[in-house]
């Protein structure tokens, strides 16, 4: 009755209405405003405990309408007890977590950084600290490395710094035939660590060498460059991803750590290196060694910008000889100087492709124009008798960004 009555004097009652009407047009006006600041909020699902815990039982047979005993939230017990003074909830699970006796969250902790620096963790099966994984190489040191981490206040840069600046990370990553025979997995630690970098981190490197990474903090998710019609196979048609539409501008050079995913078809450039489908939480990821690789290094669009525009670099900054501009793109790429027998073979690769872009121009152009970043929308007005030049350079940048020594940490 107080609806009908509401609508009654607001839309029917001619007295009313005209009194109500101008209110009402205002209202909505500012409703509108409010709705499309709120709008403009982020926002994020947040977790709320219930004010009573819900029952909880043991499923007979696991079929859930029949309970057997009732059982109440505990932690496990062949772990520390959970603390008396905390309140039985997600707060008091964060504190049984952290507190400075319990066995596991320190060690898991410092084991899976060490597992980043040194490719492998102490504990080799950093997912698994239960009896079936394997058991730490070197326990004492973890055990330590557990305690610093804790008595540092759990400061992160600390522990960084301290696993960086030690002996065993510093050594020499080089391998020797004594070396290789006596620990051939380096789970003893007698060289340095050397391993492949990530999916995430070979492209970055090449963006970053090539001055187009961009390092904004922040924002929403981005879709660089991948083969078309690949999320049409798995997609549903009603869904907001049943198609990839590319960005473009600067979105296309963000740091990977942006890139857009669709669990069900990741982006391909990134599965090729073993990046994981993040269908399910992925601790170890694998490390593969495949011609794709060496082949998406090679013609990947975003790879062969990449190598175009560190090729121009190299033409600005290196320097005006062609023996100074293969040094430096050589340490840009490698972090190393070039050995003489190495200059000298990148100063005859030069030279021949020059010399090869040179006897067909209109070649060199296409494959200039392919290479050119859509950060360049005047890139057509460009000197063209510089082409074969550039071009040369590119190929240079491309099997630069291509060395095992650009993609390996060590």
């Known amino acids: 009755r107080q ?3 509401r609508h009654f004097l607001e839309h029917v009652y001619p007295e009313s209405r005209a009194v109500l009407q101008p209110l009402l047009e205002a209202r909505n006006v500012v409703q509108k405003e409010l709705d499309a600041i709120n709008n403009e909020i982020p926002k994020t699902m947040v977790v709320e405990e219930m004010k009573e815990p819900r029952q909880a039982f043991v499923l007979v047979r696991g079929e859930y309408d029949k309970h057997g005993e009732e059982v109440a939230r505990d ?4 772990l520390r007890p959970f603390p008396k003074e905390a309140p039985v909830n997600r707060l008091g699970l964060a504190r049984w977590l952290v507190d400075p006796e319990h066995p596991l969250t320190a060690r898991v902790t410092v084991n899976r950084w060490w597992q980043r620096y040194f490719g492998t963790g102490l504990v080799k099966t950093a997912e698994d600290f239960g009896i079936q994984g394997a058991p730490p190489t070197h326990p004492a040191l973890l055990d330590w490395l557990a305690v610093e981490l804790v008595e540092s206040g759990w400061n ?3 522990m960084q710094k301290l696993i960086v600046m030690s002996a065993a990370y510093r050594q020499d990553a080089a391998m020797t035939p004594e070396k290789l025979r006596v620990d051939p997995y380096n789970r003893y630690l007698l060289r340095g660590p050397r391993f492949r970098l990530d999916a995430e981190e070979i492209r970055d490197t090449a963006l970053a060498v090539a001055g187009l990474l961009i390092g ?10 991948q083969p078309g019609g690949l999320w049409e196979a798995v997609g549903y048609t009603d869904s907001n991803t049943a198609k990839f539409k590319q960005d473009d501008g600067a979105k296309l050079y ?3 750590l942006y890139t857009f995913w669709k669990r069900t078809s990741h982006p391909p450039s990134m599965a090729i290196f073993d990046a994981p489908s993040r269908e399910a939480c992925t601790v170890r990821r694998a490390r593969t060694n495949t011609p794709l690789q060496a082949l998406a290094l090679m013609n990947d669009r975003q790879f062969v910008e990449a190598s175009r525009c560190f090729a121009q670099r190299i033409l600005a900054e290196g320097g005006e000889t062609t023996e100074a501009r293969i040094a430096w793109a050589f340490r840009m790429a490698t972090g190393r100087r070039p050995e003489k027998h190495e ?3 990148l100063g005859e690769l030069v030279e021949r492709q020059q010399a090869s872009f040179a006897a067909e121009p209109e070649r060199a152009g296409e494959f200039i124009d392919s290479a050119t970043t ?3 929308p005047n890139h057509l ?13 590119t190929m240079l940048a491309n099997l630069l960004l291509n060395l095992d020594e650009t993609v390996t940490k060590g």
């Open 156 to 158: 992160v840069k600390q």
């Open 3 to 5: 609806t009908i009555r």
């Open 374 to 376: 859509l950060l360049e």
């Open 381 to 393: 007005d460009r000197d063209r008798s510089r082409d074969p030049e550039l071009a040369a350079w």
């Open 216 to 225: 904004d903090i922040g924002g929403p998710s981005v879709k660089p460059y």
């Open 75 to 78: 932690t496990p017990a062949v």
């Open 343 to 345: 200059l000298a073979l």
């Open 254 to 256: 963000r740091r990977s």
